[in-house]
């Protein structure tokens, strides 16, 4: 699906110039048809699904309990 440079923007959550700087730097791809940018936004797919898996990753982490020290010697 093709979307204009607006949409894009919204639907990355970035401000629209960020997004223009961003396709002349080629950084995101696009064509133009004289008029606006069409951008097509499966290119996106690939980055919001490491997204998820790194998120996913950073809580597992957050919920894995600390080790026992085993130098840790009893004060009683």
Do not use: C, S
Not at 28 to 54: C, M, P, Y
């Amino acid at each position: 699906m093709y979307r204009t440079l607006e949409e894009t923007a919204a639907y990355l959550g970035m401000p629209e110039e960020q997004v223009r700087r961003y396709i002349l730097e080629r950084r995101i791809k696009a064509l133009h048809d004289g008029e606006q940018f069409l951008i097509n936004d499966e290119q996106f797919t690939r980055h919001f699904e490491q997204l998820e898996h790194v998120k996913a990753l950073i809580e597992e982490w957050r919920n894995t309990p600390i080790p026992e020290d085993p130098d840790i010697k009893d004060e009683d």
